[in-house]
């Protein structure tokens, strides 16, 4: 009895039409509804290849955006080693092997600000300015009010002030640049140290300014044009200003202004800081008197040149 229990499933499956599913030989099918499992995910979930397909397009992405960045990548490196390769054939190889001319190769920004050499300090005669700016301040100094009613004029209730702290550096107009001046090693004469290639080439880290108006004119100048007196017109200070007879420095073949800065002292809690510009003569841009007045240091403008 109990073995025809246990073979009825198999004949009510082979009376039914359709192929027999070899999961269930020895055991009814699940009702459903016609959902059941598939006999290709019967130790898996049917949701897995949704997912993997899924997973396998966003790598196929990945992969096709990776592959984009990796040739932008070598195209601008090819691109910069190419540009380099231009610039130092044509400056080095033709300018000045070839050619036997000075270039000029910008490296990095540069201040427009740097100290005076012990070779310029010299020629501007650093002690003489020191004590024309003395005299210049000491006379502002006797026109003040304030000067005359607190420590009189010509300022009797102090000693004789002489200048503590004096510094001058010079500054250039137009924005500049930090780089390598290279020319031949040819033994033409040079006042600056250099590093040589032996009868080859010889350069010297250095810095120039960036003169827009001298470029764009030597820029006109090479198809036969010349733009000098359109600058004049529009900036005609550019030209005569002050700015044209500022003292040029040792080495460069342009103006700088000569700025300096000092401090003399009125008494044990006061003193005074001048700033000026100097070229041929002292002009003085700034006096500030800082004085101690109970416990606190207070700051008076005594002169400001508009």
């Known amino acids: 009895m109990l073995r025809c229990r246990a073979w009825r499933p198999v004949f009510q499956r082979w009376l039914k039409k359709g192929p027999a599913d070899p999961r269930y030989v020895f055991s009814q099918p699940p009702l459903t509804g016609g959902t059941g499992q598939n006999g290709t995910h019967f130790f898996t979930d049917p949701q897995d290849g949704k997912q993997d397909k899924g997973n396998s397009v966003e790598a196929i992405g990945e992969e096709i955006a990776r592959q984009r960045r990796q040739k932008r990548t070598q195209f601008a490196f090819r691109l910069f080693v190419v540009s380099i390769a231009s610039v130092l054939g044509y400056s080095i190889g033709y300018k000045v092997i070839y050619k036997g001319e000075q270039t000029f190769l910008p490296l990095l920004p540069a ?3 740097r100290k005076l050499s012990a070779e310029d300090s010299r020629r501007i005669k650093v002690e003489e300015v020191k004590l024309l700016s003395r005299v210049r301040v000491l006379e502002k100094l006797s026109q003040h009010e304030m000067i ?9 209730n102090v000693e004789a002030p002489n200048v503590d702290e004096f510094t001058m550096w010079c500054e250039d107009m137009d924005p500049c640049v930090t780089g390598l001046i290279i020319e031949p ?22 810095y120039r300014p960036i003169n827009l108006s001298k470029t764009i004119n030597e820029l006109a100048q090479s198809v036969g044009l010349s733009v000098n007196d359109v600058f004049q017109i529009i900036s005609p200070e550019k030209v005569y200003g002050s700015f044209k007879y500022e003292y040029p420095v040792a080495g460069d073949d342009h103006p700088m202004h000569l700025w300096f800065l000092g401090e ?13 510009r100097y070229h041929v003569d002292v002009k003085l841009e700034q006096i500030h008197l800082l004085r101690r007045e109970n416990g606190k240091l207070i700051r008076y403008i005594l002169y400001k040149n508009e």
Do not use: F
Not at 148 to 156: C, H, N, S, T
């Open 264 to 276: 003399m002292k009125l008494g044990k809690d006061s003193l005074i800081i001048y700033k000026g």
């Open 148 to 156: 005359k009613e607190q420590y009189g004029v010509p300022l009797l």
């Open 111 to 113: 201040s427009r600000i």
């Open 185 to 206: 090693d040819d033994g033409r004469r040079s006042t600056h140290v250099w590093y040589r290639i032996p009868h080859i080439l010889k350069w010297r880290l250095t």
